[in-house]
């Protein structure tokens, strides 16, 4: 069974940097892809980064130039390096495993961006 586990959220000024890790144990036999999403209150969940088995990774337009999404595969791990955070960056993020199955989720992390 594939369990994920997020750690790395926290309370951060604004202007000020986080780093996001996800811990994957459990094994997937297909291809896949791995990133992170997040929830901010009243809002729909949406994607934030995403990294491919071959590295190429895609970004949404408001983390652009801020965020780096990386993986380690020989640690199932996938990292989010968050810089320049904002006020609106305040959501919970969530890690994602995308296979041609299905999309598994960790349980979420807090990132809350406030002065």
């Known amino acids: 069974q594939v369990q994920l586990v997020e750690s790395g959220g926290g309370l951060v000024q604004p202007g000020g940097s986080l780093k996001l890790s996800c811990a994957r144990s459990g094994s997937i036999v297909s291809i896949y892809t791995m990133g992170w999403y997040r929830q901010a209150p009243g809002k729909q969940r949406e994607l934030v980064a995403i990294?491919?088995?071959?590295?190429?990774?895609n970004y949404s337009d408001s983390v652009k130039g801020r965020f780096t999404i990386s993986r380690d595969n020989a640690k199932n791990t996938v990292v989010l390096q968050m810089n320049s955070l904002k006020p609106e960056d305040t959501a919970v993020y969530y890690c994602?495993?995308?296979?041609?199955?299905?999309?598994?989720w960790g349980q979420g992390t807090q990132v809350t961006v406030s002065s």
């Open positions: 994602a495993v995308i296979t041609t199955r299905r999309t598994y």
């Open positions: 990294i491919s088995s071959t590295d190429s990774t």
